[in-house]
């Protein structure tokens, strides 16, 4: 039998697997399927657009989410603390990578502990869903949270991931109703979260039946995690099983759109192969409210945190822009007819 990686080692495969190979899904975001309409004449300043936002008692400086990445080594704690000392210059969320590492060995608490460098972001812990079958109860959602002081906590969903990864974890009975567990008992809010293959609208109206505060439905078009698993497959066998669904999932427009379909009212997190602020800019006029990019700030935080500053303040600008030349004031107003179906 294959030995079984140990998890700091899996850390530091996607690390290096996501910085030098192609691991893209085969599909796109459905996000090109949509053109703003322009305003020739706005009426507006550029640089008196407002892209602040309140979400879980934080302020934002704009709608923008680095999206959960990496902990568990001394590498990803670099990273970790470069993206939140960015984060916290420019007054945006952020989300760790899956605690699980530090939950079973401690001693790696610190490589997602970043509140010293950023003490005001809006931060979310994380775990994944599906180790409720496998030991994890409310307690160690507690620990992921407290360890961090997050303001909210990420279960994330990864059966496809699970299912062709080397001993992944495959038993996802009766999750919901451990989730809907959780929502009860934990003093922050909960938020489900895709890992790149978006979300149904069963799938939007069972979490929505749990209780949890946010979808994040990170939808195929960006990083595809079986890609990553191929690259990571002990044999020819688990290789080819990976590489099988290079297009599977749902695009993230597409999920955007069951989740209101679904759940309405509910909070939407945009993610998944987002690439800048007019990406970010487009699923808010969809109807979410905040967009998450990981793989820019990934690869700018790995080389110094001024680079992840430049990063995400040209989000911000190109969201801004976006607006402008909409001829739109506010974030509220994206959503109000501005964006058209082309294709």
């Given at each position: ?19 030098e ?28 657009l ?20 990496t ?10 603390l470069?993206?939140a ?14 605690q ?11 490589t ?48 496809l ?16 109703k451990?989730i ?18 978006g ?10 039946e ?52 679904a759940?309405?009212?509910m909070t939407?997190?945009?993610?998944g ?11 808010i ?33 190109q ?25």
């Amino acid at each position: 039998m294959t030995k079984v990686a140990p998890i700091d080692q899996r850390k530091a495969d996607h690390i290096k697997i996501n910085l030098e190979q192609d691991v893209r899904s085969a599909l796109t975001t459905g996000l090109e399927k949509y053109r703003f309409i322009h305003e020739a004449l706005p009426e507006l300043d550029l640089n008196r657009l407002d892209t602040t936002m309140k979400l879980f008692g934080k302020t934002l400086g704009a709608p923008i989410l680095v999206s959960s990445m990496t902990g568990g080594t001394d590498e990803a704690e670099t990273i970790n603390l470069r993206l939140a000392e960015a984060a916290q210059e420019c007054r945006v969320a952020m989300g760790v990578g899956s605690q699980r590492a530090a939950i079973e060995h401690p001693e790696q608490a610190k490589t997602f502990q970043v509140r010293r460098a950023a003490p005001d972001i809006l931060l979310f812990a994380n775990l994944g869903a599906v180790q409720f079958n496998y030991g994890y109860s409310v307690d160690e959602c507690r620990r992921a949270v407290d360890m961090i002081q997050a303001d909210a906590l990420y279960l994330h969903l990864n059966p496809l991931q699970e299912a062709v990864q080397d001993a992944g974890d495959t038993n996802w009975v009766g999750i919901a109703k451990k989730i809907e567990e959780v929502c009860k008992k934990l003093e922050v809010p909960v938020i489900a979260k895709e890992v790149g293959w978006g979300i149904s609208e069963r799938t939007a109206k069972l979490l929505a039946e749990c209780g949890v505060a946010a979808i994040d439905v990170a939808g195929a078009g960006g990083t595809s995690w079986s890609q990553v698993e191929m690259h990571r497959a002990p044999d020819e066998f688990t290789r080819q099983l990976a590489a099988t669904f290079v297009g599977w999932g749902i695009p993230t427009a597409e999920s955007i759109l069951n989740v209101k379909r679904a759940a309405p009212g509910m909070t939407i997190f945009a993610s998944g192969g987002l690439k800048d602020g007019l990406d970010i800019a487009k699923c808010i006029a969809l109807g979410a409210t905040l967009g998450g990019m990981a793989g820019n700030f990934l690869k700018a935080a790995a080389i110094s945190t001024e680079k992840a500053v430049e990063v995400m303040k040209l989000t911000k600008r190109q969201i801004e822009v976006t607006m402008f030349a909409a001829g739109v004031g506010t974030l509220e107003g994206l959503k109000v007819g501005r964006l058209k179906e082309v294709g």
